[in-house]
């Protein structure tokens, strides 16, 4: 199974910060790896997908890097409605797998 | 808009079964993979399983630790998924979300959730 690893797994910032969270994979993945946000009690949502891709309707602020094993998500200026948790998941196959998150906390 | 509204969950006891089912809207139905992804109380995510498409031959794919106990099936003409749970166990417990994915493999749109609970 290919392992996902997310850094840090708690994150404090301040509003107009930059947040830059890491997601690492046991083995090359290519470009195959999305991001989701998540809200307590709520489903999670899909930001960026390979890798670098916005999904429709998600603020420019929002963006993904990397290829093979390095992925990064980045928060240009970090805004009240982005504190939640973040995923990353690998794609490229089975089973398919998520990062153990990385929540994103008011400092 | 897109809507996929899970249902079927509660409370089972331990070797018990349980069938979600997950009615979709707003999308055409028959042109992407289903999956159901699961979320143990105050844990990370985890993949279930999938079904793809008709062109797929509906093929499916399960995580290990649901192989054999699970069974995802799909019926385009009512646009609904499934998932039959038997054998369950206590680490089964979570909150199962439906969701639709392109075929390349993420997933694009997510239901509401259903809380599995499995305790005698």
């Known amino acids: 199974d290919i392992q996902m690893t997310q850094s840090p797994s708690t994150l404090s910032a301040s509003i107009g910060d930059r947040v830059t969270i890491t997601c690492r994979a046991s083995q090359s993945i290519s470009t195959w790896v999305a991001w989701y946000q998540q809200k307590p009690g709520k489903a999670p949502k899909l930001l960026i997908y390979?890798?670098?891709s916005l999904e429709s309707g998600v603020p420019s602020r929002f963006s993904g890097s990397g290829s093979g094993t390095e992925f990064t998500l980045t928060i240009s200026s970090l805004q009240p409605d982005d504190f939640a948790t973040y995923y990353c998941q690998q794609y490229t196959g089975y089973p398919l797998t998520f990062g153990g998150g990385t929540k994103v906390e008011i400092k | 808009e897109v809507q996929l509204v899970e249902s079927g969950g509660g409370l089972v006891q331990p070797g018990g079964s349980l069938r979600l089912s997950c009615a979709a809207s707003?999308?055409?139905?028959?042109?992407?993979?289903m999956d159901w992804v699961r979320q143990a109380p105050g844990k990370g995510l985890e993949w279930v399983s999938r079904v793809r498409k008709e062109t797929n031959s509906y093929t499916t794919e399960y995580a290990a630790s649901v192989k054999g106990r699970f069974s995802i099936s799909r019926d385009d003409s009512k646009n609904s998924v499934h998932l039959q749970m038997n054998s369950l166990k206590s680490e089964d417990t979570a909150v199962y979300y439906c969701?639709?994915?392109?075929?390349?493999?993420?997933?694009?749109?997510w239901g509401q959730g259903i809380l599995v609970t499995v305790s005698s």
């Open positions: 707003g999308f055409p139905f028959r042109e992407y993979y």
């Open positions: 390979k890798p670098s």
């Open positions: 969701t639709r994915a392109p075929s390349n493999g993420f997933f694009d749109y």
